[in-house]
């Protein structure tokens, strides 16, 4: 019953997050014949709960009714016979509905008790859950600020068997910009998820400032790493408060600041409220872009020592997206970037560029050196640049 009412929520749920997802695409009537079946499939579920219920309900008023008439029967013979008293027969019967509610409510105890541990086993599981990667007991305490260095010596990564990445190996120096490539697939993503450890490497190491990631406490290492991901998260919560997240003292020059280098005063500032406007829900109301903007500056407002940037710019026109690039290239503090595009535009001014293909790095130099080499880098440079020939070169 709880399976199924928690899968008639989820639909629900569903329906009304990705409203416009459903109307683009015109499936209402399949939505709601989707609820539909969950809310039978509750309803069957609640029916068959209720049969059972009454199946072994009749058996336990029975037997705690039971009681009453071999109460009046045995009980008056014995007056009758003059072998008890009135107050005795009055005590007894007083003790004999004693035990007969308890043995009536028996059942609903019971039913409660079914339910409530149908409930009970997901709390339980979520309680007791812990997480695989921890701090280890020889991890580093480390609490200045770390210089930005970045090395992957031999790492193999996998999902199941699946290889994702295979005997990768690279290095970045502390204040340099790389640029990842590579096809939908390649591993990129998966590649900056190991720099702060949300997941393990099957083998090899990921060193930051030289110390393998696993020697690093979690916290240490993740709160100087700046991260604006595919997948935007924005909070219930104000402009100010989302890009200020996790510090509450950070004044509003400074949050403005941070605004203005992802370009995203421009239309905070025309909202009515401006910075304390409040963001729906994930975000709803904002555009693609104007989310992304606003998480790379809440990436870039704890002045991270390294900053990651999956796609950030993706979804931004061409204008602003040299703005940021401007910006980035000009930060107030020490900073080493990662950026996963598939602009040329966003690459092309990197320190090194590395291409990824099914989990292999097969390029890796500068914007000149892999034109050079006319491999995968020449030929999406030469789509995003229709025209660009052997002359050009």
Known sequence: LREKLSQMNTDAQENISGNRVVKAFAREDYEIEKFQKANKEYSDANKKASLLWLKFFPYMESFANALSVIMLLGGGFFLIKGEITMGEYVAISGLIWGIANPVRNLGIYVNDMQRFMASAMKVIEIYYARPIITDREDAVDQTERLHGDVEFKDVTFKFGKHIVLDNVNFKI?????VAIMGETGSGKTSLINLIPRFYDTNSGEVLVDGVNVRKRKLSQLRSQIGMATQDVLLFSDTIDGNIAYGDSDMSEEDVKHYAKLAAAN????????GYETIVGERGVGLSGGQKQRLSLARA?????AILILDDTTSAVDMETEKYIQDSLRNLDFPCTKIIIAQRISSTKDADVIIILDDGKITEMGTHDELIAKKGYYYEVFKLQNDGFGKEAV
């Open 173 to 177: 120096k502390a204040g340099q910009t």
């Open 266 to 273: 421009e239309f905070v500032e025309k909202m009515p409220d």
């Open 300 to 304: 870039l407002a704890i002045k991270p």
